[in-house]
T-cell receptor, first 113, second 116 residues
Framework: QQPVQSPQAVILREGEDAVINCSSSKALYSVHWYRQKHGEAPVFLMILLKGGEQKGHEKISASFNEKKQQSSLYLTASQLSYSGTYFCGTEQGSGGSNYKLTFGKGTLLTVNP | NAGVMQNPRHLVRRRGQEARLRCSPMKGHSHVYWYRQLPEEGLKFMVYLQKENIIDESGMPKERFSAEFPKEGPSILRIQQVVRGDSAAYFC??????????????FGQGTRLTVV
């Protein structure tokens, strides 16, 4: 089941904040966030494994609400280098060792000077 | 520690030919995923493999497409009798066994397949 991302696209000025949401209709084991620049491979940002977990990496952080089956990616004080397409990947299931990692359609983030 | 290696980076095939895409996972990774990406679109899941096993191939077309991950050597995505609609970027990702920590998946640079 493909997760749903919103918004589809967002345009920011340098220094502004943005939130990207990812939701699923099924129970999630984990949520993965990636950023892909045009013509390049997706680059891993962070993984969230537990309900209610939050993680941060410099000015990019994320939360995972297991009960709501949702995750949000927070970008604060955006920089030009943040531009790209952000994908959330979700693993569904409740146990075991095999999980299919399925991605949303992506959110195109453009940061202008 | 080398990352996920895919080759070739670019592949041009005539309609009706076969395309073979290779993916060597990161050292210590036993799970491999293949995704297809069309321009300006998302990553579409194709197949999930472990060594010598196909775990989930629900995203792969039933005809002309096959994938393997042998005990030795890289994972191979094979497309027989290619058609123009097969033109896309094909990405491979690998991750560790689920029972360990740090199970994030890392992507290779992709193979851009062009069918002429």
């Amino acid at each position: 089941q493909q997760p749903v991302q919103s918004p589809q696209a967002v345009i920011l000025r340098e220094g502004e904040d943005a939130v990207i949401n990812c939701s699923s209709s099924k129970a999630l084991y984990s949520v993965h966030w990636y950023r892909q620049k045009h013509g390049e491979a997706p680059v891993f940002l962070m993984i969230l494994l537990k309900g209610g977990e939050q993680k941060g990496h410099e000015k990019i952080s994320a939360s995972f609400n297991e009960k709501k089956q949702q995750s949000s990616l927070y970008l604060t004080a955006s920089q030009l280098s943040y531009s790209g397409t952000y994908f959330c990947g979700t693993e569904q299931g409740s146990g075991g060792s095999n999980y299919k990692l399925t991605f949303g359609k992506g959110t195109l983030l453009t940061v202008n000077p | 520690n080398a990352g996920v290696m895919q080759n070739p980076r670019h592949l041009v095939r005539r309609r009706g030919q076969e395309a073979r895409l290779r993916c060597s996972p990161m050292k210590g990774h036993s799970h491999v995923y293949w995704y297809r990406q069309l321009p300006e679109e998302g990553l579409k899941f194709m197949v999930y493999l472990q060594k010598e096993n196909i775990i989930d191939e629900s995203g792969m077309p039933k005809e002309r497409f096959s994938a393997e991950f042998p005990k030795e050597g890289p994972s191979i995505l094979r497309i027989q009798q290619v058609v123009r609609g097969d033109s896309a970027a094909y990405f491979c990702a690998s991750s560790r066994y689920r029972g360990e920590v740090n199970t994030e998946a890392f992507f290779g640079q992709g193979t851009r397949l062009t069918v002429v």
